[in-house]
């Protein structure tokens, strides 16, 4: 509150009024932002008091309006009649000082036909109190629409002042809300350069401190939907054919008030590029995994990598990779890749890594980025988990604490399970495999499991959750999902249990004993969680039939056999007694494998392995069909039939360093074992005899252990010092034929450049001054061209004379004879008078330049002494009038 006045190049000061502050204190807030109004004619000005003044260029007395973020208006005036108010109440603790504006933009949109433009968009950086959410403030301003000025003004007059300040009231507000303290915004232009990319924003990206000391980046819909005016009324999209009756006027109330419910004003967010993945969209964990072909086309039928609605367009130019060696022709008989990143946001992203991504020619260029974003297969954990039927039954603080551990997919169902870190585990199935129409809730035989078949999916999304298996055993040990509809999951305090996901139901829980059982004589044994899982379809050493096997391997090294027997009706049930051999101590995660004897293919628990077991006859039953590959934080062993006899078992070499991967890798129908070090060397072994074949050496850029797949390719993951990933590097074992299309593509960028369309022009207010003539303002009331002639070449400028007109070819000629006559002392006399003519000219001119430059100059000081004791008189009166007013208030003599 206060008096305001402009003082010098945009600091202004207010007379602060209030009890903590002090009475009638002078304050002189320092500029901190400046943003000039798409027409050129008004701008706003941010202080370092988080207070916002508008002024207009044709007035530099006082501001048009004086404004801060918490919808105070014209606080640049003091208002007696709140004094009493101010000094009646306690102050506030929750009500701080503000923080000043940092910064300010000013966006333009081509949505009006008056040459004067639509609404207006002011984005703000700061003003907020503290107790406020933090985030950035947008408002909303009316057209700029004044009226004409009267003939002769040359100031602003009250009526064209007053639609001036209406132009700079806001109409709307809106806050982009983010969790830690904004630090900057940037605005995404659609197509415009103009106004340094602030005219016709699409999106912008908020750039804010993290939790984890890190810096997070959000993009959103810019400007917010609240901000946008229907086009057209709904009743006259659909006009009523007939008047409705008393029941159906309900029916279509209700049905609009639903409708009214579902919409949300809230900006949609942006689909960012990895580049751009940090804070909450950062990545925490992910692996590699090979498909088939028919499950790859499956995976990305219906992509669209450049979905309109939420994707930031970053195209422009061509590229393509350059096919010296001629490798590009053996790109098509790779496997397909597909690389799954968890993230902090409880999401979970698919990027097709595949080498056929990268076939390209000068012809034929690059038709996306790589790695290729799936963002049709994107999972989203946060509208599940808030869901009543899964919120009821997990802590009210998920949403807040959990974050995702490890995902799992199904290579041919493709069936999804996503484990989080406080132990729920959610599978999503595709749309394809259920029906696409939205399922009423159900409840389940289980109460371990919960049924999500009535959570939609969003639009354009391919997953949709099928049911969320809540035990409240604490974190998950390890998980195992088959292409046969049979997940396993077991628990850190030794539980196991087996699912059956055709229902589903649980077919098998493995609970541990209490604590008090442990501690009875008769129950001497420590827990011992399972700690790899394997499903395979083979027989044993003890039962060669064909059958789909379960394998636990604990802690302990001791592994128990589960093996799932179908009954008449179609039912699945599992061995209460499983079989108990043993393993390797300390078994490493996902180093488990049951491989074929003949190709050295792993066994899967697939449907052509189902379809074996389910057809096969007594006389197909032969011994000696698989063997079983397990490895340790010690060694690896290898045995015939899972149970039967030992091939090979060998200890890792301790110079190698620590193994923290195991992988089987098959290359031109051969078949070895890899284990990775923490030292970044890779170990191989033959099969099934584990004979140390060679190591080879990686380039170690990070201590994350790598993800591997079973073709020898591999993900490098950087972490940064947050916890999140920052740079990922993909490579392989072999470095065959592979790196002419992996190198750095050859760029065009004037390939199908647009058209910059043109700047938006200048709005005219009138009357125009000496600025706006030289900046192009020029109209009727402007200077004519005598005048400008006057004051630059001033009132001595010579009056050109005519040219006299050109001779004739007669006259010419004549000239010419009698100038051959003359002598050589009239031409010297000639060119002589003509010479000091011209310096004569150039003197007279110089004298009357500096004359001018003299009276301009004298002119100019009068101008600055005028304009300093009228400023100092206005300030002694203004401190008169101040003085008085308060004395008359208090009642002073």
């Known amino acids: 509150m206060g008096s305001l006045r402009r003082e010098g190049a945009g600091r202004w000061y207010t007379l602060v009024v209030g ?21 050129g004619h008004t701008f706003a000005v941010g202080y370092t008091d988080g207070s916002i003044a508008f002024w207009a260029l044709e007035d530099e007395d006082k501001p048009l309006l004086a404004i801060t973020l918490d919808g105070g208006h014209d606080v640049n005036i003091v208002d007696a009649s709140k004094l009493d108010e ?85 109409i709307k507000s809106y806050v982009y809300s983010i969790e830690g303290v904004p630090q900057d915004f940037l605005l995404l232009p659609r197509e415009s350069p103009h106004f340094s990319g602030t005219w016709d924003p699409i999106g912008i990206l908020l750039l804010s401190d993290n939790s984890r000391d890190t810096r997070a980046l959000e993009g959103y819909q810019f400007p917010p939907p609240s901000f946008i005016p229907a086009l057209t009324d709904e009743q006259d999209k659909h006009p009523p054919h007939h008047p409705l009756d008393g029941e159906e006027a309900i029916e279509c109330e209700i049905a609009s008030t639903l409708e009214f419910m579902k919409s949300n004003d809230d900006p949609k967010p ?89 076939i390209s020619s000068d012809t034929a260029p690059l038709q996306g980025t790589f790695p290729k974003p799936l963002p049709h297969l994107t999972i989203d954990l946060v509208s599940l988990l808030a869901d009543p039927a899964v919120g009821s039954r997990v802590s009210p603080q998920i949403l807040e604490n959990a974050h995702i551990t490890s995902s799992h997919v199904a290579p041919q169902s493709l069936e999804c399970a996503v484990v989080l870190q406080s132990g729920e585990v959610a599978v999503y199935r595709l749309l394809s495999a259920v029906n696409d129409e939205p399922a009423l809730r159900k409840d389940l035989e289980d109460n371990e499991l919960v049924s999500t078949l009535h959570v939609d999916a969003p639009i354009g999304r391919k997953f949709r959750p ?6 409240g055993r604490g974190s998950v040990a390890a998980l195992a999902i088959s292409d046969i509809g049979f997940l396993a ?41 399972v700690q790899n899982l394997t499903w395979t379809v083979s027989g044993t050493d003890t039962n060669p039939e064909l059958r789909v096997i379960l394998i636990a391997v604990g802690a302990s090294g001791s592994a128990s056999i589960y093996s799932l027997l179908r009954s008449s009706d179609g039912s699945w049930t599992v061995t209460h007694t499983p079989e108990v051999i043993e393993a390797v101590v300390q078994p490493i995660p996902n180093a488990s494998f049951v491989l074929d004897c003949k190709s050295g293919k792993k066994c899967r628990a ?33 045995a015939v039939d899972i149970t039967g006899e030992r091939i090979a078992k060998v200890d890792w070499m301790s110079k ?56 020898g390719d591999y993900v ?16 392989t074992l072999f470095n065959v034929r592979r790196l002419g299309p992996y190198a750095p593509p050859h760029v065009d960028f004037t390939y199908a450049r647009g058209t910059t369309p043109p700047a938006p022009q200048p709005v005219s207010l009138g009357p125009p001054s000496l600025l706006s003539s030289w900046l192009g303002y020029i109209t009727t009331q402007g200077m004519t061209g005598d005048q400008v002639d006057a004051l630059l070449a001033g009132p001595d400028r010579p009056i050109p004379k005519p040219k006299a007109p050109r001779p004739t070819s007669v006259q010419s000629t004549k000239t010419i004879d009698s100038s051959s006559h003359s002598g050589s002392s009239d031409a010297q006399n000639l060119a002589n008078s003509a010479s000091a003519g011209v310096s004569s000219l150039y003197a007279r001119l110089g004298n009357a330049l500096a004359e001018r430059g003299e009276m301009l100059g004298g002119l100019e000081e009068s101008f600055q002494s005028l304009e300093s004791g009228s400023k100092n008189m206005l300030n002694q009166a203004k401190t008169m009038a101040a003085k008085q007013g308060a004395k008359k208030w208090f009642q002073l003599s």
């Not at 009475?23 to 798409?38: E, G, S, Y």
């Not at 379809?611 to 340790?632: C, H, M, N």
């Not at 191989?684 to 990070?702: G, K, T």
């Not at 490098?716 to 490579?731: A, K, P, T, V």
């Open 19 to 39: 009890f903590w502050v002090g009475l009638l204190t002078h304050r002189k807030p320092d500029v901190t932002a400046i943003a000039v109004h798409p027409t």
């Open 86 to 170: 101010v000094f009646g109440k306690a102050k506030d603790p929750s009500d701080g000082p503000r923080e000043p504006i940092f910064k300010m933009t000013w966006s333009g949109f081509p949505n009006s036909d008056d040459a004067r433009g639509g609404e207006t968009v002011l984005t703000v950086l700061g003003g907020l109190r503290s107790d406020e959410t933090p985030g950035i403030t947008t408002l909303l301003f009316p057209p700029f629409n004044p009226p004409e000025p009267p003939a002769g003004a040359t100031t602003l007059d009250s009526n064209t002042r007053t639609a001036l300040r209406t132009t700079v009231t806001a």
């Open 270 to 358: 942006l689909r960012l590029p990895p580049s751009l993945w940090s804070g909450p969209g950062g990545v925490l964990s992910g692996h590699l995994m090979s498909l088939d072909r028919d499950a790859y086309e499956v995976l990305t039928l219906g992509n669209d990598e450049r979905q309109a609605d939420n994707t930031i367009s970053l195209r422009g130019g061509s590229a393509w990779v350059e096919d010296h060696d001629g490798e590009m022709k053996l790109m098509k008989f790779q496997p397909h890749r597909v690389l799954i990143t968890h993230h902090s946001d409880l999401t979970v992203h698919f990027r097709d890594l595949s080498a056929q991504v990268l």
């Open 466 to 471: 099928f049911f969320t298996m809540i035990t």
């Open 489 to 529: 999951v077991s628990y850190k305090d030794g539980s196991l249990f087996v699912v059956d996901m055709r229902g589903p139901r649980v077919i098998h829980r493995s609970l541990p004993e209490s604590q008090s059982q442990r501690r009875s004589l008769l129950h001497r044994h420590e827990v011992d969680p």
């Open 606 to 638: 697939d449907r052509a392995g189902l379809a074996r077991a389910l057809t096969s006859s007594p006389d197909d039953i032969e011994k000696g069909k698989t063997f079983w590959v397990s490895a340790g934080a010690k060694g690896v062993r290898c």
């Open 656 to 711: 190698a360093g620590k193994v923290e991967r195991v992988s089987i890798v098959q290359k031109n129908a051969a078949t070895v074992l890899v284990a990775h070090t923490d030292k970044r060397e890779a170990l191989v072994y033959s099969l099934p005899h584990l004979e140390h074949m060679h190591s080879l050496q990686i380039y170690q850029s990070s201590p994350e252990p790598l993800s591997i797949d079973d073709t």
């Open 716 to 731: 490098e993951w950087i972490r940064h010092s947050s916890g999140l990933i920052h740079s990922e590097n993909y490579g």
